[in-house]
C-alpha cells in the first residue's frame, strides 16, 4: 500500500478560487513534501515541511500538517489557469526503508480561465 | 529552473536495442535518482546513489543499470530494451537525501 495518498484525485475549479488537496500517510515521517508536475515534465518541490512544525506558508501556498492524523493539506489560495498541474505529496520511509521518498498518485487540479 | 539535464527528451525504438538514457547535473549535488513514472500514476524509485562510485537499487525490480562515475553524471542503461519498458524515465538530485528534489524533464521512452 501507498505511504502517501492524495485526496481527490481529481479537482476543478474557476480562476480565482482556492484549490485544496489533502495527503494521508501511514508510518511515521521526519518531513513531507509538495511537488508540482506539468502534464509531460518533471516535478519541481513547493514546499517541505518538518514533522515539528503545523503550517507553513510560501507565496499563495498554505501547507498544513497533522502528525497526530497522519495527514496534510496543500492549499492554494487565488488559483491561475498557470497552476493546472498534477500535485503530488512524498514522504521519506523509516525502518528497513529509510529514507526513501515514497510519492501518492496525486491529484490533477485544472483552473479554469 | 534547476539545472538538471536529461537527454533524449523523446526516444522511440525497437525491442532489443541497447539504450542509454542521460542525466546531468551542474548543482554539485551528491545525491541522484532516477524515478519511472506511467500515465497518471506515481513515481517508483528504481535506482539512487550516494555519490561517486555509490549506487543502489529502489523499491521497483528494474532491469536496467546505472552509473556513477562523475558527481554530476548519472546516466541509465537498458542491455536489451522490451516493450514493458515503455515509460517515463525522470532523474533527479538533492543537495540532502531525499530532501527538495530537482528534477529534469524527463525521457519518455516508448519500445515498439
Known sequence: S???????????????????????????INNLQWYRQNSGRGLVHLILIRSNEREKHSGRLRVTLDTSKKSSSLLITASRAADTASYFCATPRRGTSYGKLTFGQGTILTVHP | EADIYQTPRYLVIGTGKKITLECSQTMGHDKMYWYQQDPGMELHLIHYSYGVNSTEKGDLSSESTV?????????????????????????ASSPVFNEKLFFGSGTQLSVL
Open chain 1, 2 to 28: 501507498q505511504q502517501g495518498e492524495e485526496d481527490p484525485q481529481a479537482l476543478s475549479i474557476q480562476e480565482g478560487e482556492n484549490a485544496t488537496m489533502n495527503c494521508s500517510y501511514k508510518t511515521s
Open chain 2, 67 to 91: 552509473s556513477r562515475i562523475r558527481t554530476e553524471h548519472f546516466p541509465l542503461t537498458l542491455e536489451s530494451a522490451r516493450p514493458s519498458h515503455t515509460s517515463q524515465y525522470l532523474c
